[in-house]
């Protein structure tokens, strides 16, 4: 059991910047891959970044890509997206979840979650 808290949510003008944070209760998770989802009302959850165990690849969904950094820490069991250049379009709640495999966009594919966090874009 993998238990993820994100944190760094909150409301930002468009062109600014957020830093979101998931921490894992599991004594490790230098093992699993970790990926970021977001989820906008009235919308289906999709993928927005995702990160090897390792954290020598990684994959970004076409929409974040240039703005969106993913990265971790595994000494630290966090994961981080760092978000830059905001778009009112990036609003939405933003979840962390882990796998065990290769890197995948498929929600279905993820073996836990978090609660997540609002992010929220003004124009």
């Known amino acids: 059991q993998v238990q993820l808290v994100e944190s760094g949510g909150g409301l930002v003008q468009a062109g600014g910047s957020l830093r979101l944070s998931c921490a894992a209760s599991r004594r490790t998770i230098s093992t699993y891959v970790m990926g970021w989802f977001r989820q906008a009302p009235r919308k289906e959850r999709e993928f927005v970044a995702a990160?090897?165990?390792?954290?020598?690849?990684?994959s970004y969904a076409d929409s974040v890509k240039g703005r969106f950094t993913i990265s971790r820490d595994n000494a630290k069991n966090t994961v981080y997206l760092q978000m830059n250049s905001l778009k009112v379009e990036d609003t939405g709640v933003y979840y962390c979840a882990v796998r065990l495999g290769g890197l995948s966009p498929n929600v279905r594919g993820y073996d836990y979650w978090g609660q997540g966090t609002q992010v929220t874009v003004s124009s």
């Open positions: 990160i090897s165990w390792s954290g020598g690849r990684t």
